[in-house]
Each structure stands twice: as structure tokens, then as C-alpha cells.
């Protein structure tokens, strides 16, 4: 190992150093005019960034261009490039007014790629000022952009991108993350060790137009890195501090894999490198502290460690760390010794003793993924893993909490990747999720002002109002006043926003007209405002702060009508002015009490239940309106009334009382399923009834009201199927069924674990089984079967990979109209992370390793190719502590072309959506969401459960690919793909692999699979048709019955034609004024009416399936 060489450029002090780094950067802007260039002949070029700026352009002399005078010319100009003429002056500034929204804003999007890393040029003297740089995680390079976010060498990602030179592994991790020096060119993170490959891992000096590299940071490579005593991987974005060009720089960034003397994920600086003793390979000069869990390499966190890294115009550097679960702080704030070597923590992001963190998302828990602080130090901007900011100003350095805030993004599919500024603090986000890169502006109005000569730019100027405005609801609370209805003597109780200016230089001798809109759920009629002339639910108010005035009060007095209501807000937000900055908060919330007489609505909670389960409900969800605080009162069984199919105390036992005390909001009335009068028992092929409806009502009562027709839907899904042709089946209870199955695996470490996992025909439910220690016992399935195929793969072994299993029934393909079904139980494991869950299938030619791997590392020497239509289902719904897949179900279609495309993510659905479906009593998985996935809790664990069985079904009609778990649908695919038909599938995948193990299951995390069948779906059977005079109307009326319980009216159309035909065109078109409905039975049968008028022409009808 190289000894490290100490540079005595860091002895200088950082901040003087960052200085020099920042340059003249001003401060918070929006639009600005960047990318200056001279396209000859006296013409100059410039870009703006956002759309919306008045452009004036003077010259040295004072005149300015006619067509950017900013008044008459030059306004309200798109986003994008600009010319003009220099003709004979030296010099010129272009200024750039905007009106600010006051709010964090998107400006603008590039076009489609997946992204990593993102930085941006703040060098106002350079030709490449503002503009964007990304890496593609797939594109296999370097992205760069205009500040207009369109692409410089490209229109599309395929073109645009450039490698410079550099054989990127383009697994994810390489290119990684990146910064843009003072000197113009990038400094590029690469860690394609986390992506599987360990090819590149070091530091990259690539060029502003991406045409050459150097190796910045060596030895190239991940081994050698370490071999060398240097580097890992590169996790952050790689900082130097000062300018190459100028003499010895100094790198920091924080290294995933590097055993430093604090562990994994620490802060190495490297010190004295100069641009002639390139590569530089010396062991870092000093080692600082672990921002990320120092005992978890990056391949073990499967790259979710995230680390950010940034430093302060005044030396302070900020660091943080994706830990959702608050094992450590998500933003750490430390002073550095540059000539000790020493880090100080000063600050981090922790709160309420440790239990709380100001950078994790109070929403839904998210964490920061990356970091950026704005270059004149005015504020900390986190970001989260589904694209939100969290945007802090900074007093002296350090988070002024108070005023934290966050935006609303585009859109909340993750992964976010990065964050930067640009010089005049807009924001700018990078997002595989997207898949693109986002500029927003924090919305202040400014003049920024670029100055240049016939070279080029030549400095960079801000000017903001010196007057910023914030508001508070000084009392947030506002009531109607009186009790239950009776507002006799009743006096209101008044909400209160107080705006306040602040003026920079203490003058508040002028008048200020402050813009602001009043929102929320209440409407006018709901509350008053004084002072007099504001309009309640107004989008655009405003009031008048006289000279030496410094706050006012806006008061929100609730009205006395006794209307019953929810409880509803007032929002008052700031709106931008000309003549003030909006400071935070710019928005606040007075909450207006209701108390009126309480009136109970019903709406649907639960709105379904499955017949096979005793302990499943539909439930009716009884919101009360108006005054909360009424003395309690009791739904009587009674008050509740019931109409549609299904029959009280035959097919569903009747809500109980339901009691509403002083402070409930809402109670849930439920009724639970019944057949033929006792609770049912999952069993095999019961009577089919079709579902049956509930329609529920609540009569009025005393102590409340309840509007007529206050009623909701419910509905009975009955769990038996309707007769259907058997094309084949299979109790899966044979252990020597194998000779009919073909298997396969596909690992991520195919060196190391080539067979891990188990497939188990005929496997023994019953205590007597030696494995039930093991694995647990679970119940029987509906069939009564004591043995059933038990499938599970990357088990209990560390370190582990992610892999799949595919068992494909070889013995019978299957084409056309047909559906397979079977029963499933999944268990969860007891481990800390375990994502796993079973996959199924069909339409395959059992030979591919259909999987797919969600993180973690992966040989890219590996090929695979994937074909038919398959499903994941995750355990645990909603993932665990932070880890999951993309989504708790996963639709796939096979692409069939190697290598390392093998799928096509076709769909996404989240556990949330089905936990009033696959509700956590009966479904006890733990996990992000209670419920929502047909999975149970582990059968070994500390608390195991009862659990149950789903009924899954994968149905194929008309090309149409259906997949149902206990009926009810959950992805309806029109299926364009090449595969139509083939072998079945079961199985089950782990996506997400690492060194630790802390996502591979423990053993008694399986899928169980039985009672498999496959049916054969048959076209609809007309019953009866007649013409015959319907009022003053002639129609002809078609009957017909369907033997797929799932379809409805909508699933079918009429067609005629005139003629039959031999030929392959077949004539039939649809008959566009046909209606069908659907005939209510008492035996299930699924029978259907068309309707239409008849004609005076001979016609021939069909009933069309779509």
C-alpha cells in the first residue's frame, strides 16, 4: 500500500477553499440565462431554464436589444434556446424577472431514461454554466443536458448518451453518482462491485462534453481497489475541493465497501492530488466517520445504503444515509479538521430522544436517498426514495427545522437516485422510478442577472426582494360554537392567520400588498373572513400592510347554520408578489370544529367478503357529521335494514349494535358470511350460488339522523365455481408426481448456489412429517389433502442470492379459452428482511428460469431468457421495515431474448389496495400493511397463526389473461405477446439477495400448492331469442348464459350481419345500439339479455365475448 501524501493546500482552511470552489454564485433564483456561447459573426446564444422570465439585455453602454427590452419584448419566454446580436459592444448582461409561486414548482422533465447520479455546472464564467449532467444506469454512460433539461449531443437517450471512452458495466452501479468540479469536468462515483460486476469501481475524470477520461481515483476495479488499501466503492457523489487546474485538489466521498477503521460507508479524504500524478492510488489520508451502517457492506444492503454527501460554502460537510427504521441519523452535519484530519458531528437529524428524524417522511416513513445544500449555504434539500424533497433552510449552516417543509411530487414511483442544486438554487432530481430528470424551482421571485462578452459568461448575479413573507395560524383551532344543534346563544370561536414581513434591512416604511389564496375543504358559506373584501375559498385574495406595519391578522369566523359537517379546514397560502420573497412557512391550516346535529352517513368499508371463510366480513363504514362530542348514543340491530340477493340469517348474519361515544368519528357495522344459515367451512366444490348482494341501510333514529336512502353495497363473492369441461387435474399430493414436471432455477450466484431449493411433491402436511419441526404445520386445504407440493428456494444460507424456482407441468400444454386453478397457502418467514413469495405462470415451454432479480448483486456474464405471462406475489405485504420489491404484486411477461432482459414488467399493484380484501384476520402476514396479500404469518416464528388457503386463478379467454385470488381480480392483462399458449407454471422467487442474508427466508417460508386443475372456458350459449313488439318499439331480444362467473353485462357485445360467410372474413361488426343486462337468478347461473331494435332486414346475431 501507498503511503498518503498530505496536501498543504488543506491547511488553508475548507471554506476558503470552497470559496475559490463556488465562485460568484448568488443567491435564490428561478429562471436565469446560462450556456452562453459565440456562434460567431457577432451572434451569442444563451439558454433559459424555465419557461414564464421577462429577458432584458443591456449593453455596456446602457442600451439595450430591442427584442429583449423586457416590457415590450423579451416577455413571458418559453424555456429554452436564445440569439442575439453583439454587433459592436464588448460586453452585455441579460437579466431575468419572474413572478415566484411562492411554492416549489416543477419546471421542467428530459426525456426518458433511467437515471443515477445528477450534478450541475455552477462555474458562471464557463461556456457549460447550467448545464445538467447524469449518469444512465442502463444507457451506458453519461447523459448531458441543456438547462432547458432537453439533451445536448441527442434527442433520445440512445443518442444522446456517451461513454467517453470508459466500458461502463451499466448494471445499475456504474456509472454511479457524480459532481461537476470547478474546472468543468465530472468527477464520476462508479461502484459496480454493489451491481455485481467490480470492474470499474473507482473515480472517473470524464470532460464537460464527455468525449475522454481519465482514472481519477485507482486502482480500476473493486479487488484491486481494495487490494491496494484505496477504495471500495463509490457511493456518493466524489467532491473535491478546489480547482485541478490550479494545483492539488483534495476528493472526499463516502465508500460502501471499504473496511476504514469506522467501518463500511465512512467519509475518506483523499488529500494532494494533483492532475500529473494520475491515476491516484495512494490509501486515503484520513478516515472519517460511518454516515451508513458501518457493519453492512453495499452488496449485503443490496445498494439501498444510499449515501449522500455535500459540502457547505462554509466548509461544513453534510452526510446522510437511507435508514427508514431510524437505525441512524437519515442527515448528519460535522466540521472537519483539514489539518487533524478530525470529524465533529454538530448536528443530525434525530428528534423526540432518537424515535423521530426531521428527514424521514412523515407520511409514509421514507428516508433521504441524497443530499444537496443550495450554493449560498440558504438551504438543505433531502430526498426521498418516491421523489419527494424535503427542503430546510439553514441558519449559519445548520437546519432551521421549524421552517422545514416538503413538496408535492410528479409522482411517487421510486427509485429516486439523486438530488443537486444549480447556481441559482433550483433543484434538480434524477429518478429510475420516473425514468427521467426533473428542475423545480422553489418559486421566488428574482432578477438574475449573467453578464458576458464576446467569450462567453463572465459572472453570475442575483437580486431578490429584500422583503419576505410567511404565515402562521396563530390559533388553528375554530369552532361553530353550541352543542349538538343548538345554537341558541352560540358564539363562535374564530381561527386566526397572522402573515408577517420581514424586511432584510429593517425598512418597513412602505406599504405591502401581500397575494395569498384561501383553500381547504371548506367552502364558502362555511366561515366568514375579516378584515372585509376577502372571499372565503378564494384562489386569489390579498391585504395591505401600511407603512411601519410589520404583521395583520386574517380571522376565519365559522358561520352558525346547522348543517352537519365533517370537521373542515382553511388553508391560507402565501402567493408570490413582485415586490417580496415567500419565505416558509407560506402555508398554514385552521381546522373548523363542526357542531352541528349529528347525521350518520354509510359508505362501503369492506365492501366484500369470501364465502369460504367463517371469520371474513363486509362492513359498512358509519361516518357521523356534526358535533363529535355529542353525548353517546347506540345503533340499535335494528335500525339497520337489508334488500338485494342474499338473505339475512341464510347468507350473512346481520350487523350488531354499534355504539358512537363522545369523540368517534366513525364505527364500522359488519356482517360475515353464512351458508345456508351456518358458517361456512372452505371446502372443495360447493354448490355454486354466484355472488349475492347486500344492500344495507340505515334507518333514522333518535339521536341522530340519517337521510333516506343512506345505504351502501355489499357483496357475498361465493367461493364455489360453476361447471366447467375438465381438461386436467392434479391433487398435487403424489410424491412421485415428478416424472410430469420439469424444473428449473435461476440464481444470481449460479458459482455458488447452483440448486438452492427445494421442490417437495407429495409433501406431508401432518405432525408426522420429521420437517414439520422445521417447518411448522399448516392447515389442510379445502380438499382435505394431507400432503401438497411445497415449494421454496435461497434459504438459510449467508451469504445468499436471489433466485426463482419454476416447476412447470410438462405432460399437457393448453391453448385457447381455459382457466387454471388451484389452492395456495404461503408462509412468511420469522426472518428480519424476508422478501420471498410464490410465482406461477402460464403459456411457457417449460424449459426458461423465468425470475428476476429486484437488487442485489448479479453476474452480468449470466444469460437468461424468459417467456410466458407470470405473477409475484410478495411477503410480506408492503415489504419490511423499508426492503421490498417494487410492489407487492408483480404481473411479467417473458420478452424470450437473452441476455439479462429476460422480462417484461408488465403491471404493479400494491398490497394497500386489497387489505379490505385479503384482510389481516384471515391473512396474518406481518408487514408493511396489515393485510393485503394472500400470505400467512410464519408457522415456527414467536407468535405464529392460524392461516389460511386462497383460491387462485389464472384465466385466459379471448387473449384477455385474468389473474384471481379468492375472485377477486387483480391484473387483467390484454395479452399482445407471442405467448398464447403452453405449460403452467407454480413456483417461487426470492428477488433481492445480500452478503448478510438479511433478505433470504429462513426455512419454514414456503409456497404450498393443491388441488391443481385446468378447465376448459366455453364460448356464451345463446338460450333463447324472440322479435317482438316492446311498447311502440319492435325488438329483438337475445338470451344467454356464460359459465365464467366472473363476467358481467360489460363483458359481452352483440354483433350481426347480413350474410354468412365461407371466406375467412367473417362480415359480423358490432351493433353499436345494442344494451345488455344481466338477469338476476336463484341458482347462480350466469344468464344475460341483449337488446336491440329490429330492423326490416333478415339479420344473423352473435353474442361477442371481448
Known amino acids: 500500500m501507498k503511503k498518503p501524501q498530505h496536501s498543504s493546500f488543506l491547511f488553508c482552511g475548507l ?250 460507508n465512512s467519509i475518506l479524504v ?145 427509485n429516486t437516485r439523486g438530488v443537486a442544486f444549480d447556481a441559482a438554487d433550483n433543484l434538480y432530481l434524477s429518478s429510475s422510478g420516473i425514468g427521467l430528470c426533473q428542475s423545480w424551482t422553489l418559486g421566488v421571485t428574482t432578477t438574475a442577472t449573467t453578464t458576458g462578452n464576446a467569450s462567453g459568461s463572465t459572472g453570475f448575479s442575483v437580486v431578490f426582494p429584500a422583503t419576505s413573507i410567511s404565515v402562521v395560524a396563530a390559533t388553528n383551532f375554530a369552532s361553530q360554537g353550541g352543542s349538538d344543534g343548538n345554537f341558541q346563544n352560540a358564539v363562535p370561536i374564530p381561527g386566526l392567520f397572522t402573515i408577517t414581513r420581514t424586511n432584510a434591512n429593517g425598512d418597513y416604511t412602505s406599504p405591502e400588498t401581500v397575494n395569498f389564496s384561501l383553500t381547504g375543504t371548506a367552502t364558502n358559506g362555511v366561515y366568514t373572513v375579516s378584515p372585509a373584501g376577502i372571499t372565503p375559498a378564494g384562489a386569489h385574495n390579498s391585504v395591505v400592510l401600511p407603512p411601519g406595519v410589520i404583521s395583520t391578522n386574517i380571522t376565519i369566523i365559522p358561520t352558525t347554520n346547522n348543517v352537519p359537517r365533517l370537521q373542515t379546514t382553511v388553508i391560507l397560502t402565501v402567493l408570490g408578489g413582485p415586490a417580496y420573497s415567500v419565505t416558509q412557512p407560506n402555508s398554514d391550516t385552521v381546522y373548523i370544529q363542526n357542531t352541528s346535529t349529528n347525521q350518520l352517513v354509510v359508505s362501503a368499508g369492506a365492501p366484500t367478503m369470501y364465502k369460504a371463510f367463517s371469520n371474513d366480513f363486509a362492513s359498512a363504514t358509519i361516518t357521523r357529521l356534526g358535533d363529535t362530542n355529542a353525548p353517546a348514543y347506540t345503533i340499535q340491530a335494528s335500525d339497520f335494514a337489508y334488500a338485494g340477493t342474499a338473505v339475512s340469517g341464510v347468507d350473512f348474519s346481520p350487523a350488531q349494535a354499534v355504539t358512537f361515544n363522545p369523540g368517534d368519528l366513525a364505527q364500522a357495522a359488519k356482517i360475515a358470511p353464512l351458508s345456508n344459515g351456518v358458517p361456512p367451512v372452505d371446502t372443495i366444490d360447493p354448490f355454486y350460488y354466484g355472488n349475492r348482494s347486500v344492500t344495507l341501510t340505515l334507518n333514522p333514529d333518535s339521536g341522530y339522523i340519517s337521510a333516506a336512502g343512506n345505504s351502501t353495497l355489499l357483496t357475498l363473492i361465493d367461493n364455489a365455481e360453476q361447471p366447467n369441461p375438465v381438461l386436467f387435474t392434479d391433487p398435487l399430493t403424489d410424491p412421485n408426481d415428478a416424472s410430469h414436471w420439469n424444473i428449473t432455477y435461476g440464481t444470481g450466484d449460479e458459482a455458488n448456489f447452483p440448486s438452492n431449493y427445494k421442490v417437495e411433491f407429495g409433501y406431508d ?137 429476460g422480462w417484461i414488467q408488465q403491471a404493479l399493484a400494491s398490497a394497500g389496495t386489497y387489505t379490505n380484501v385479503f384482510k389481516n384476520v384471515i391473512f396474518s402476514a406481518p408487514g408493511g400493511f396489515a393485510g393485503g396479500t394472500p400470505c400467512n404469518n410464519s408457522t415456527v416464528g414467536s407468535n405464529p397463526q392460524d392461516n389460511n388457503w386462497a383460491d387462485v386463478e389464472l384465466k385466459q379467454v379471448n ?106 372474413t367473417s362480415g359480423f361488426a358490432d351493433v353499436a345500439s345494442a344494451t345488455i343486462t344481466q338477469i338476476v337468478t336463484n341458482n347462480g347461473a350466469e344468464l344475460f339479455q341483449a337488446t336491440t331494435s329490429a330492423t326490416n332486414t333478415a339479420l344473423f346475431y352473435r353474442i361477442r365475448h371481448k
Open 15 to 264: 471554506a476558503a477553499a470552497l470559496a475559490v470552489m463556488l465562485g460568484a454564485s448568488g443567491a435564490k433564483a428561478t429562471p436565469y440565462a446560462s450556456s452562453i456561447t459565440n456562434n460567431g459573426s457577432g451572434t451569442m446564444s444563451f439558454y433559459l431554464n424555465e419557461s414564464g422570465g421577462n429577458v432584458t439585455i443591456t449593453y455596456e453602454d446602457g442600451s439595450t436589444n430591442a427584442n429583449y427590452n423586457g416590457v415590450a419584448t423579451g416577455t413571458n419566454l418559453a424555456s429554452g434556446a436564445y440569439t442575439f446580436d453583439l454587433g459592436s459592444h464588448t460586453s452585455y448582461s441579460i437579466s431575468v424577472y419572474k413572478l415566484g409561486a411562492g411554492t416549489p414548482t416543477l419546471i421542467n422533465q428530459s426525456p426518458a431514461f433511467t437515471p443515477r447520479g445528477i450534478g450541475v455546472n455552477q462555474n458562471s464564467s464557463s461556456p457549460y454554466f447550467g448545464r445538467v449532467y447524469a449518469s444512465g444506469s442502463s444507457a451506458g454512460g453519461i447523459l448531458a443536458m441543456n438547462p432547458d433539461m432537453s439533451f445536448v449531443f441527442g434527442t433520445n437517450a440512445a443518442t444522446a448518451v456517451r461513454a467517453a471512452g470508459v466500458t461502463w458495466a451499466n448494471n445499475g452501479f456504474s456509472p454511479y453518482r457524480l459532481f461537476v468540479g470547478p474546472d468543468d469536468f465530472l468527477l464520476v462515483g462508479d461502484a459496480s462491485h454493489t451491481g455485481g460486476s467490480g470492474l470499474n469501481d473507482g473515480v472517473w475524470r470524464i470532460d464537460p462534453n464527455v468525449t475522454s477520461n481519465q482514472l481519477f481515483l485507482g486502482p480500476q476495479g473493486y479487488t484491486p481497489g481494495l487490494n491496494a488499501g484505496v477504495h471500495g466503492t463509490i457511493g456518493s457523489k466524489p467532491i473535491i475541493i478546489g480547482n485541478p487546474q490550479n494545483g492539488p485538489v483534495t476528493l472526499m466521498d463516502i465508500d460502501m465497501d471499504f473496511p476504514a477503521a469506522n467501518g463500511y
Open 765 to 901: 402436511l401432518t405432525a408426522n412429517n420429521p420437517e414439520s419441526a422445521l417447518n411448522g404445520l399448516i392447515g389442510l386445504p379445502p380438499n382435505g389433502a394431507t400432503n401438497a407440493l411445497r415449494v421454496t428456494c435461497n434459504q438459510n444460507f449467508n451469504p445468499g442470492a436471489e433466485g426463482a424456482v419454476n416447476v412447470y407441468y410438462t405432460s399437457r400444454a393448453f391453448s385457447g379459452n381455459y382457466a387454471v386453478r388451484f389452492n395456495m397457502n404461503v408462509i412468511e418467514s420469522s426472518g428480519l428482511y424476508p422478501v420471498a413469495g410464490p410465482i406461477f405462470g402460464i403459456n411457457h415451454n417449460g424449459t426458461e428460469s423465468n425470475w428476476w432479480y429486484e437488487n442485489g448483486p448479479f453476474p452480468t456474464t449470466e444469460t437468461f431468457s424468459s417467456d410466458g405471462v407470470w405473477y409475484f406475489v410478495q411477503s410480506p405485504p408492503g415489504g419490511s421495515q423499508g426492503f421490498g420489491a417494487t410492489d407487492d404484486y408483480i404481473e411479467f411477461v417473458g420478452n424470450g431474448l437473452p441476455p439479462n432482459t
Open 270 to 414: 483523499y488529500t494532494n492530488i494533483s492532475l500529473t500524478n494520475l491515476p491516484y492510488e495512494n490509501a486515503p489520508a484520513f478516515e472519517g466517520p460511518a454516515v451508513g451502517l458501518s457493519g453492512f457492506s453495499s452488496t449485503t444492503l443490496g445498494g439501498n445504503s444510499y449515501p449522500g454527501l455535500q459540502i457547505g460554502p462554509n466548509g461544513y460537510v453534510y452526510g446522510s444515509t437511507y435508514r427508514n427504521n431510524l437505525a441512524l441519523p437519515n442527515l448528519q452535519i460535522y466540521t472537519f479538521d483539514p489539518v487533524a484530519g478530525t470529524f465533529v458531528q454538530i448536528w443530525n437529524s434525530y428528534y423526540n430522544n432518537n424515535t423521530a428524524d426531521y428527514f424521514v417522511n412523515s407520511t409514509d416513513g421514507q428516508g433521504t436517498v441524497d443530499i444537496a445544500v443550495a450554493p449560498d449555504g440558504r438551504y438543505v434539500v433531502g430526498v426521498d426514495i418516491v421523489n419527494r424533497f424535503t427542503i430546510c433552510p439553514l441558519t449559519n449552516g445548520i437546519p432551521n427545522v421549524a421552517n422545514l417543509f416538503n413538496n408535492t411530487p410528479t409522482s411517487g414511483s421510486g
Open 959 to 1064: 387473449k384477455i389473461v385474468t389473474l384471481s385470488i379468492d375472485k377477486t381480480p387483480i391484473f387483467v392483462y390484454t395479452n399482445t405477446s407471442p405467448f398464447t399458449n403452453g405449460y403452467l407454471m407454480l413456483g417461487y422467487s426470492c428477488p433481492i439477495g445480500g452478503t448478510g442474508g438479511q433478505y433470504i427466508a429462513n426455512p419454514e417460508a414456503a409456497a404450498y400448492y393443491s388441488n391443481l386443475r385446468v378447465v376448459g372456458l366455453s364460448v356464451p350459449n345463446i338460450t333463447s331469442i324472440t322479435d317482438s313488439v316492446t311498447g311502440n318499439q319492435n325488438n329483438v331480444t337475445i338470451q344467454f348464459s356464460s359459465t365464467d362467473g366472473d363476467d358481467t353485462a360489460a363483458s359481452f357485445a352483440l354483433q350481426s350481419t347480413t350474410a354468412l360467410k365461407s371466406t375467412g
